[in-house]
């Protein structure tokens, strides 16, 4: 058993409390609790402990101070922040946000901590405890100066530090709605100007200012060509002007919005009725799914021997 976990099993038996018990109080499920108390699981995160103090009505200092957060009144916050490495914990966040506060609420305990540690940026020190990373949004592209030079950029947005990323887009439109990716998200994305066939990529067009665009990166026919999820939107060869800035990596996604689900269905319903009017047709001149293929073909071959 950790030194920690005894901890928290003896304070809980003095308050006369089962496992289920703390877990209804602190809303930290028993199984977690017990693997805790025997030593299955390192120290927790600030932000439980904190659930903790407050259900066996202790101080906040001494929980932290328990898990070896804290080392001592004097130094209130020399141990680790953040124990496990850098995996983004919203509890840590939350809890180097508090400790934050309380450090600036009391200048003199501040100028000691910051000649402890040598350095003035807090923030950026809790920022990495709780496994955050910051990365620029950007907006309009002024050309002459680098995609992610300060003057590009509308905003910012953390991210977990083990993404590997280099910038967001904000999206806007409904172009990729059917890949599930809709206005207001956020993509996140490393800057490449080769993406692999098939990959999701932001491009802009060159011009004295640019947008960047959310579009699938396709080769066909000896070229390449971007191409939108909804079907409402046309193809974007390819050409001189277009620069493929960089690649999906993840997505920060807005709760979907019944506004949303209408839209799909309308978009969903139109093209329907287009494959429907199509299938009509061909039944109507007596041609089969195999038929229709075959016209197909000879309609694209015919196509591409007149281009020559």
């Not at 124990?83 to 000691?112: H, N």
């Not at 990729?176 to 206005?183: D, L, Q």
């Not at 200012?209 to 066909?220: D, G, M, P």
Request: net charge neutral; proline share 6%.
């Amino acid at each position: 058993m950790s030194d920690f976990g005894a901890y928290l099993k003896r304070l809980r038996e003095s308050r006369d409390l089962k496992l289920n018990e703390l877990a209804r109080l602190s809303g930290v499920s028993s199984a977690h609790i017990s693997r805790i108390e025997c030593g299955l699981r390192p120290a927790p995160s600030p932000g439980i402990l904190l659930k903790f103090a407050s259900a066996l009505n202790v101080s906040q200092e001494e929980m932290l101070r328990a898990a070896g957060y804290l080392e001592s009144e004097k130094d209130p916050i020399a141990g680790q922040v953040c124990k496990d490495g850098p995996k983004y914990d919203p509890d840590a966040e939350y809890a180097s946000k508090r400790i934050i506060s309380a450090l600036e609420s009391k200048p003199e305990l501040l100028a000691a901590w910051k000649e402890l540690i040598g350095r003035d940026d807090l923030r950026l020190l809790f920022k990495q405890a709780s496994g955050l990373t910051t990365l620029p949004i950007l907006g309009r592209i002024k050309a002459g100066i680098p995609v992610l030079a300060e003057e590009n950029w509308e905003g910012e947005v953390e991210v977990p530090s083990d993404i590997k990323a280099d910038f967001a887009l904000r999206i806007s439109g409904d172009s990729m709605s059917w890949a599930g990716i809709a206005e207001g998200d956020i993509a996140v994305l490393r800057k490449t100007d080769s993406p692999p066939n098939g990959a999701i990529v932001a491009a802009v067009i060159e011009e004295a200012t640019w947008e960047a665009t959310l579009k699938f990166f396709v080769r066909e026919n000896g070229g390449a060509v971007l191409k939108a999820a909804n079907p409402e939107y046309k193809d974007i060869p390819a050409g001189p002007k277009l620069k493929i800035i960089g690649q999906l990596v993840t997505l920060l996604k807005n709760p979907p919005t019944v506004s949303n689900y209408l839209a799909h269905l309308v978009h969903k319903d139109i093209s329907d009725r287009k494959w429907q009017y199509a299938i009509e047709l061909a039944t109507q001149a007596g041609l089969d799914g195999e038929s229709v293929a075959n016209l197909i073909n000879m309609v694209v071959k015919s196509a591409k021997q007149i281009s020559k």
